[in-house]
């Protein structure tokens, strides 16, 4: 019986085909066409089949055909599927009249029988059209989703199954041939060859067809060949069918990461050094079992969900057996039956390698399971990761990723985990103490992968390390993070989690232009910006701003660019051969595609107009021409590039262009050729056009005008070619020959013809090597061979300069502070001044005949010294027009050239080895003294080759040697120190040498050495011992080095990149690690201000810090923040963070990493909506000044608020209320108190001294201070307390106030400093109240509690950090301060006080420097905490100290005792209690006591320094304050932390109300939304986005559905939109409808339709369920939009259609009113209204906010505050279009909200008041008691409440029935 089949072809929605392509069937036979042998399809069947598009008509199908097996009688159906077999994957032709095999033979390794499926052909990737992109089809979701397969279950031999050994669906290249294994016992591939690339075996053997394998797990059975490289090239296509290229090789050196490209060191055995992990394989390299989950690979790596195997590369030099894939874990040391009841998988047979009897699996093959199982990503993640991109992953992201290990162990990877998952007991710990409330932690959301190549790309460096006899890896310290606010590609190394915040770089500016060549320079298609490369970055700037934004990702210098028509690709090109090319969404920055070019190095490239052809030119490995055209128009929908053509000339091309007119004609020119080309059927032709005389002129550059007429045909067309030579040739592209030639001259020849058109010059300082054309003709750019590139604008005919560069590598730079200038020296023999804001060059100074070699400005005057490599040393001056100081006491070239920061001393060193001191005292500097000798002679010229310390006192520098550094006294030069560290690593059989020296702070006493091995040393600058060491810091020496001025960030240039390290980690968790450049970085430093860090090498790069530093810090170096594997989930705080600590003695405190709470868990405060770090990072210690001096919170006020003289009305007549106070002032020291025995329990939140009852939560709000409260202090007998304020504008002095504790009443007002009072203290028989002003005043005052009458009144000499009284004697009252203890001894005669004073220095053994605490002890006992973490101990008695011991690692800012127990609290947020029982019998010992007998019992790490505590008698529960704002009860039995009171760390921004009011939420610029219990006002959910300002909030209303629908719409900086589940505590959906920061958002009153602003006045309206935002209104572009309100109304009395009537205000002082129906897609402009600018006079250049609202009592009613003429409320009616009143204000309104309820009208001020008008009768109240500018107020929908914030302390107001 024939067969008839029908040879169709069905084609997949999404996919396309190519007409010339076959498909090869996978059946039992094949059949060729025409032949009579066995096969169910031709090749061609889509050329037989006439598929629909192909453009070929169909054959009639073939009759004579095989004769079908048993198996398969009847002919099948054209379109059926067979059982079984697998569903098409995406992008897949299929046959439809395969054959069906029976069910029991159509799976596959049944029985060990690898039998083939009929339905597992060869799949044919689509591929886009070759000159412009078809159009997308459309397709259902599921179509492109591959499901797992029944044939490929439960594996399948890849081998066996495309038939390898016949190598007709398989290639090989090169040697490869077919050998027998002894080993194995049988026959194996082997691939070898001196070029991996040119030996392989590809599977498919086409790079058009896929594979189309779905199983989980691919399985290569492999041996590398001894002493040789291998690689493995696995092509992975994603379920959205992007195709990633994943590689293993022991060819790599460190793991890399792009957005389509994932390369793996693959390590095979174990070495002795890290260094040595990667390399040849070794000599006895076994067979391996290479397990790799492509599932995890990309989920883990990339993000992304894995759709199948697209096709596989085995590449030489190795021996393959083979390929399996399976959705099965398979056990490869377990085979056979007898391990069948065991709870694993066992190989199957066919899959196991032999094992002889008696010997054991591992101790013949190598299993690598990769990820490993530690790697796993949870189920739950997996779910949600196979959601969009944008989904929520609940924790940290991936975190330690490995490189694949070889292990011949049974054991697998045992590293940290990749997801926590938020569960307290994830990590197999006891359940820890419940949670107060729930915390919800977005950690930064992950982007699409494919911004991992692009702006936000962050990759790692991941080296393992495995010991031979143990466990088959220990170490392999790497992940992948991307961050969506980060702009810089950054690398970070290490073991365990990395430092906050990440990145802490971020890159800001370029100085420079070219690199490759200054031949690249385009303008954007709208001309606002100017795209240029600067060496290895892509620089897009624009032109009116002078702002830049990048392009990070390439590894060398970029040698072209390209810019489609629509500025939708940017194509580029890097110049190391192989060339490397990347497409970039240019909207957004995202690297979309990465290939290799087959020309060898790409010096030309050319856009088609619509972007789908890509044309380039260059050199290929021969040297011949080669023109290369790619069809790019699938990239931006996920597609691949696709060669077009290729075609060789030997025609030189110096340019090539793609007409703008037909997208497959070009044209090109050279040397004596202009060549027009053409795309047409595969294939690139060319001829060339009649130059005639001109065929001997070199042709540089060409440009094509369209005709007048506008015609698009190229007849039309004509073609401007140029020559070096000056002429000009107009070329006619029909006829190819040269109509017109012109010549430019320098200079009009006397009697020539004078020019008929207008020209236009400007002289350039250099050859100019490219030129271009602004779109609208009015802008022509200009680039020159000396690296200056500007534009001349052709109406103003002015030249202006947009960039300028150095021509050759920078050698060093310096920076100085008060002009912000910045001073570079460069090969090209230059120096150059810098303006830092701009970026401009200022200056320049060339030096012909000497090169400058090392520069440094004085830090005083305007002037800079040079030296130079004739060994001068000059000053020049920037001011004054002087003649340079010049000194030539050296005889080799400058090496090194500093200043001390006083500007006394300079110093220089030669290449001869002297060094050289001048006095700069004046500016006629001159010498002082000259040493030989002194410097090593051979050092290269290095900005870190001499460094002075921050004092200025010490100097140290490598000599006289390589091998030592000395260290000497700055003024005479004498030597101090000697350190030869060539012996500090023993170990090491080679001699270390010194590279660069760097002085840590003075507080420290910190020297830094970067050392020839790889090392950083640091050392003790006193006496030379080794203090710590960072190793392997990079594979080549360091030449660069500085550390911040707060020791918190070491900066070091490595190679071509940029490492920081978190200085103050002593276990450091690795660097970040920044690329960008593309040569060697040969300086670095941070600018004065601490706030930006500067690289030079190729070019100059200007990096923002985004982490504040502290001058003023505490140095110590502190232990780890996080540790990587801890198990701590997101949602864990305080509570379950502390109450697994580990119990250490003295003097060593513990030096383990313990989770700090807010660093990890909390954001940092943000400022206006762009990502603010000032909190963040790595555990740092708090500045001195919060233990110095209270700092008050900024208020803002107007010259009016002296006027001001409201205070709180009674609590029975006033209008208002206040319920409830939010916050706790963290700013404040002391500022709470609590008595155990009483209960009573009072802190200070801005202006009020709250009293709470901690059971039932009710407050008392004791008001009257008229600053922000700084202190508190309760009497011994709990009857008084006294509360201590700042000074402010209403008052003279300070306040202090004094409190009936039991009726709530003040009953004293005293005042007497002129500052602030730090500290408050009754003596011990409550007689006495002592206070002390802070460092300003330095006034310490005495009151007699009777009278509270002055008493006593003393000016310090010194400022002072504490005070008390002796609690056994209250005649004595101690003080500390800077480095003195001092006793006063109160006598008194008669009515009078006087105060004998002692004073007692610190004694230098302790080194405590500043005492910022004191409290007493058993007597005589006095215990002082120093700013170095030292707790000292005082005999009162004695006077002197007896006793000292490290208690932490900041400055101690509290102490408490009692009985024999002893708390701290340090400005790095620890509590520690100590034993200290036993100090009292070490007085006896004096000066020889030892701590030892001094042991810490518990600790307790909070968020952040601690300011305030009060504990019971026996110091087992307290209360604990902190300046994060926060409150703890602390439980030392338990060993717990409960949060009592918590607030916003940073301004709040909105408040919003659920439905029934029963919840409320807070938004603030900390990055969190907070939901609240609206009775008890207690935290019930936060949701925090870490780096992130969150700017506006809105709540659904209650009519979008039922109560567990409820969702926020929370708004941020970064223009995202987060929507919210209440109900579920979870992020539903993120969205970007912005891109820039949003400020105002709302919920139409359907709750389906989500309004938002923009600070640049643009409202979007979106979907809150899909994400689209199907409208934009730009009506108010240009000014912020400050509010948006929606409500519901009937529109037809306003004469237009709708459901919602909405407005929207910005801070132009307009108001749009507009009706929307959204469902009918109708939004109509209801109204415009604009108000007068106001007089400047009157804002003092500030303008407040416009605020509207619709009235809710009157629909027809608008009311608006804001900026104008008058301080009024304007009452507008929309039906009468006029304003039909007006409210006077005091002063301008900061923020609105009308009572809907009643006709009350609340209005806040910046002058901290709050206004209540009552509408209805025109009488009004004012409110004081914040202590800011009331920027919010808030109604409750039921008028019950009134919310209004100031900063970020909340104030809750009752509003009495009115």
Known sequence: MTAEVMAEVALLPGSRCLASRGVLCAGRAEAKAGSSSGGAMARGSARRAGVPGSGVQGRRPERSGPRLGPEARAPAQAGSRLPGSHPRASGAWLPSGARARPASLAGVGVAGEGVESPGSCLLPEARPSPAVAPARVAESPDARRPLPAAWQHPFLNVFRHFRVDEWKRSAKQGDVAVVTDKTLKGAVYRIRG????????????????????????????????????????????????????????????????????????????????????????????????????????????????????????????????????????????????????????????????????????????????????????????????????????????????????????????????????????????????????????????????????????????????????????????????????????????????????????????????????????????????????????????????????????????????????????????????????????????????????????????????????????????????????????????????????????????????????????????????????????????????????????????????????????????????CSRSGHILEIDCQRMVVRHARRLLPTRTPGGPHPQKQTFSSEHEGPVSSVCVSPDGLRVLSATSSGHLGFLDTLSRVYHMLARSHTAPVLALAMEQRRGQLATVSQDRTVRIWDLATLQQLYDFTSSEEAPCAVTFHPTRPTFFCGFSSGAVRSFSLEAAEVPVEHTCHRGAITGLTATPDGRLLFSSCSEGSLAQYSCADPHWHVLRVAADMVCPDAPASPSALAVSRDGHLLAFVG?????????????????????????????????????????????????????????????????????????????????????????????????????????????????????????????????????????????????????????????????????????????????????????????????????????????????????????????????????????????????SAKVGTCLPPASGGWLRLKAVVGYSGNGRANMVWRPDTGFFAYTCGRLVVVEDLHSGAQQHWSGHSAEVSTLALSHSAQVLASASGCSSTTAHCQIRVWDVSGGLCQHLISHHSTTVLALAFSPDDRLLVTLGDHDGRTLALWGTTTYDLVSSTRLPEPVHGVAFNPWDAGELTCVGQGTVTFRLLQQRGADISLQVRREPVPEAVGAGELTSLCYGAPPLLYCGTSSGQVCVWDTRAGRCFLSWEADDGGIGLLLFSGSRLVSGSSVGRLRLWAVGAVSELRCKGSGARSSSVFMEHELVLDGAVVSASFDDSVDMGVVGTTAGTLWFVSWAEGTSTRLISGHRSKVNEVVFGPGEAHCATCSEDGSVRVWALASMELVIQFQVLNQSCLCLAWSPPCCGRPEQQRLAAGYGDG?????????????????????????????????????????????VSHPRTGTTFRVLSDHQGAPISTICVTCKECEDLGVEGTDLWLAASGDQRVSVWASDWLRNRCDLVDWLSFPMPATTETQGHLPPSLAAFCPWDGALLMYVGPGVYKEVIIYNLCQKQVVEKIPLPFFAMSLSLSPGSYLLAVGFAECMLRLVDCATGTAQDFAGHDNAVHLCRFTPSARLLFTAARNEILVWEVPGR
């Open 194 to 721: 001196s070029v991996s690339a040119a030996n392989y075996i590809q599977l498919p053997g086409s790079s058009t067809q896929s594979l189309g394998l779905t199983g989980r797990y691919l399985y290569v059975l492999f041996r590398p060949l001894p002493g040789k490289h291998f690689v493995i090239h696995l092509d992975v296509s994603t379920k959205d069918n992007q195709v990633i290229r994943v590689s293993f090789s022991n060819l790599f050196k460190e793991f890399k990461s792009t957005a389509t490209w994932l390369q793996f060191p693959l390590v095979l055995e174990t070495r002795t050094s890290q260094r040595d992990l990667v390399g040849l394989a070794p000599s006895r390299a076994r067979w391996t079992c290479l397990q790799l989950d492509l599932q995890d690979i990309l989920l883990v790596y990339l993000n992304r969900c894995y759709g199948h195997l697209k096709s596989i590369r085995l590449c030489a030099s190795l021996l393959v057996r083979n390929l399996y894939t399976s959705d099965l874990c398979f056990e490869p040391a377990i085979s056979g039956a007898q391990w069948a009841k065991l709870p694993v998988t066992p190989m199957p047979r066919e899959m196991a390698f032999p094992v002889p009897k008696g010997e054991s699996w591992h101790d013949r093959y190598v299993h690598v399971r990769f990820p490993s199982d530690s790697l796993k990503v949870p189920s739950k993640l997996i779910e949600k990761s196979c959601s969009p991109p944008e989904a929520v992953l609940l924790g940290p992201g991936p975190q330690p990723l490995p490189c694949p290990v070889a292990s011949s162990k049974p054991v697998r990877f045992s590293v940290s985990p990749v997801v926590q998952t938020p569960s307290p007991t994830a990590s197999g710990r006891a359940p820890l103490a419940p949670r107060p409330f729930l915390e919800v932690s977005l950690s930064q959301e992950r982007s699409d992968a494919s911004n991992v190549d692009g702006p936000g790309f962050h990759s790692l460096e991941p080296w393992a390390h495995v010991e031979a006899s143990d466990v088959h890896t220990a170490a392999a310290g790497t992940h992948v993070l991307t961050h969506e606010s980060a702009e810089v590609p950054v690398v970070r190394t290490g073991s365990c989690e990395g430092f906050l915040p990440d990145p802490v770089l971020r890159l800001k500016g370029v100085i420079g232009f070219g690199g490759h060549s200054t031949r690249q320079a385009l303008w954007t298609p709208d001309g606002a910006a100017v795209v240029y490369p600067c060496h290895a970055v892509i620089v897009v700037l624009l032109v009116d701003t002078g702002e830049q934004r990048f392009f990070l990702g390439h590894t060398d210098k970029v040698s072209a660019l390209a810019l489609d028509g629509s500025s939708s690709l940017l194509a580029s090109a890097q110049a190391r051969a192989p060339s490397v090319m990347r497409l970039w969404d240019f909207q957004t920055g995202q690297c979309l595609c990465l290939f290799r070019s087959p020309v060898h190095v790409v010096c030309s490239l050319s856009f088609s107009d619509s972007g789908a052809l890509l044309c380039g030119v260059g050199k290929d490995h021969h040297g011949r021409t080669m023109v290369v055209a790619w069809g790019t128009g699938q990239v931006g929908l996920g597609g691949e590039v696709v060669v077009l053509a290729k075609a060789h000339t030997d025609f030189d091309v110096q340019a090539f262009r793609v007409t703008f007119f037909d997208e497959t004609r070009m044209a090109s020119c050279g040397q004596g050729s202009v060549r027009l080309w053409r795309l047409r059927g595969g294939a690139l032709r060319s001829c060339p056009v009649d130059l005639g005389e001109h065929h001997t002129l070199q042709f540089t550059d060409l440009a094509f005008k369209q005709a007048q007429d506008g015609c698009l045909e190229p007849l039309a067309a004509m073609l401007f070619v």
């Open 960 to 1200: 006289p040697s390589r091998c030592t550094v000395t260290v000497t006294d700055s003024a005479s030069l004498d030597e101090l120190l000697r350190v030869d560290i060539g012996t500090l690593d023993l170990a090491s059989s080679r001699l270390d040498s010194a590279m660069a020296v760097c002085f840590g702070p003075a507080a420290l006493g910190h020297l830094l050495v970067s050392t020839s091995s790889n090392r950083v040393v640091v050392l003790d600058a006193v006496s030379g011992r080794i203090i710590r060491e960072l190793p392997g810091v990079h594979p080549e020496p360091c030449p660069s080095l500085t550390l911040s001025e707060d020791a918190r960030f070491l900066l070091i240039a490595a190679g071509r990149t940029i490492k920081v390290w978190d200085y103050t980690t002593q276990a450091s968790p690795g660097p970040q690690v920044y690329i960008g450049h593309s040569e060697p970085v040969q300086a670095v430093a941070f600018s004065p201000d601490q706030q930006q860090v500067l690289s030079a090498g190729d070019a100059v790069f200007l990096w923002d810090v985004l982490a504040t530093t502290e001058s003023n810090q505490n140095f110590p170096v502190a232990p780890q923040a996080c540790e990587a594997g801890s198990g701590i989930g997101p949602l864990e705080d305080a509570s379950s963070r502390a109450s697994e600590l580990p119990q250490q003695q003295v003097p060593k405190p513990s030096q383990a990493s313990l989770p700090r709470l807010g660093i990890c868990a909390r954001p940092p405060e943000g400022g206006d909506g762009v990502r603010d770090t000032r909190n963040s990072g790595a555990p740092r210690t708090t500045c001195l000044a919060s233990y110095k001096a209270f700092t008050p919170a900024r208020v803002s006020c107007s010259p009016h």
């Open 1616 to 1660: 995202s939109l987060r929507i919210f589940s209440v109900s579920r505590t979870a992020m539903e959906l993120k969205m970007h409808p912005h891109p820039v920061a949003l400020t105002a958002v709302a919920f139409s009153t359907d709750g389906q339709t989500v309004l938002s602003g923009d600070k640049d006045g643009l409202v979007a």
